[in-house]
């Protein structure tokens, strides 16, 4: 259906190239294992030959794709219709030829993405949808980089992936609805999986807290919860700042955790956005947490030059004391409720890209680190996130009675 006819080259091609290219090597997946949606990718293979690294999707049915390459890092992005993942292995670790990992998500609805992460500048320089069994098949030629051609794509039949935002923006405040717009944002999600360790991943770590943090603020009466993301699914950083102002967000909460090298190093710290970093750790988790945007697969260049636009916005004082007091009301809460701080600085700052709406106070927690045995247990447990819910329910009722009071004067 989907136009094997367009590369009938590549069909005579493969049959004999294929016993002699490539050892097949199967990975996988920081993905869900969604084995029972049809199509799915069931098996990822690399391969090198003659200098080309190739890539193969194995499919239970044929799809139709397109590619792209990045730069700043080299990427090559595959859109293809939404479909599962039901590939075994540990992708993260695997290397081979130019290929230096992979990812696989949602990146918006009707729109499943690979990324693959690459170790220079190639060019594809062979890429087809092969049939019985059903497959895609990339060839990556490295190439130096005054040869590099920015931007290179291609497609099947020039097949492009669904556009428009995968989340409708949240509506507006419904006239004489009192209650206060609180923004949570579930970190990562998608092709983006956050911190990983072994079968744990960030993004559903945040999203288990994220929902018990909502259903508690909704039954208070006093809150309307708005979420950047209700499922697995890759949300630009930019995109939930914005979805904070577009909701007429009283606050934005975003919920994540950490890894570290030392397995040692464990307990929860809030941070508020700033341009200079408060400490070399702060900075690191900053460049770490905007790197979202790169592991979805996205063209960061437009987006820095906005940047520089919002920062300056960012001197509305107001905004920042705000978020200030905030994040000291929370890790009081976070105290009260005896929720493990890291020991010291536990308000700290950089300059991370989701805290950027100039008019929400915003907060990012990282509630723990997946690297350290207790922390891991406590990040998943029921417990842990309950008190997180009573924390956050707390804070958020001591900030709003600052602010009114503060009005009130
Ligand atoms: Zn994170």
Do not use: C
Request: a positive charge.
């Amino acid at each position: 259906m989907f136009g094997i006819m367009a590369y009938p080259k590549y069909l005579i091609l493969i049959r004999f190239v294929a016993a002699a290219f490539f050892v097949a090597v199967t990975f996988s997946s920081f993905a869900d294992i969604a084995a029972a949606k049809d199509p799915a990718v069931t098996g990822v293979r690399l391969g090198v030959n003659d200098g080309k690294t190739r890539v193969v999707l194995d499919l239970t049915k044929a799809v139709p794709y397109s590619a792209f390459l990045l730069e700043n890092p080299y990427r090559l992005v595959i859109d293809l219709p939404e479909l599962g993942w039901s590939v075994d292995g540990d992708a993260a670790d695997e290397k081979r030829g130019v290929v230096e990992g992979m990812r696989y998500g949602l990146f918006r609805a009707g729109n499943s993405r690979v990324v693959v992460d690459l170790k220079g500048p190639v060019r594809i320089v062979r890429h087809a949808a092969l049939a019985k069994p059903d497959r895609l098949m990339f060839d990556l030629l490295p190439v130096p980089k005054s040869k590099y051609k920015k931007g290179q794509a291609v497609a099947l039949n020039n097949w492009s992936p669904p556009t428009g935002k995968a989340i409708p923006m949240p509506r507006v405040k419904p006239e004489g609805d009192a209650r206060r717009v609180v923004v949570i944002d579930p970190g990562h999600g998608g092709v983006d999986p956050g911190a990983v360790r072994g079968k744990t991943y960030e993004k559903r770590v945040v999203m288990a807290v994220a929902q018990e943090v909502r259903r508690q603020l909704e039954a208070s009466k006093r809150y309307r919860v708005i979420m950047t993301r209700n499922r697995d699914i890759f949300v630009e950083l930019r995109d939930r700042a914005k979805m904070a102002q577009d909701s007429e967000g009283d606050i934005f909460i975003s919920l994540h955790a950490d890894t570290h090298p030392k397995s040692k190093v464990r307990g929860a710290s809030v941070y508020t956005l700033s341009e200079k970093a408060s400490d070399r750790e702060a900075a690191r988790l900053a460049k770490k947490e905007n790197k979202g945007d790169i592991i979805g697969g996205l063209d960061l260049t437009p987006y820095s030059k906005e940047t520089g636009d919002i920062l300056r916005e960012l001197t509305v004082r107001r905004t920042m004391e705000e978020s200030s007091v905030f994040a000291n009301m929370l890790i009081a809460q976070f105290g009260k409720k005896k929720i493990r701080m890291q020991p010291y600085k536990t308000h700290r700052f950089a300059g991370f890209a989701v805290l950027k709406a100039p008019d929400v106070p915003s907060v990012l927690v990282e509630m723990g680190y997946l690297s350290n045995k207790t922390d891991k247990k406590i990040l998943l447990s029921k417990n842990f996130r309950k008190k997180v819910g009573r924390a956050v329910l707390a804070a958020l009722d001591g900030f709003f009675k600052h602010i009114d009071d503060l009005a009130a004067r």
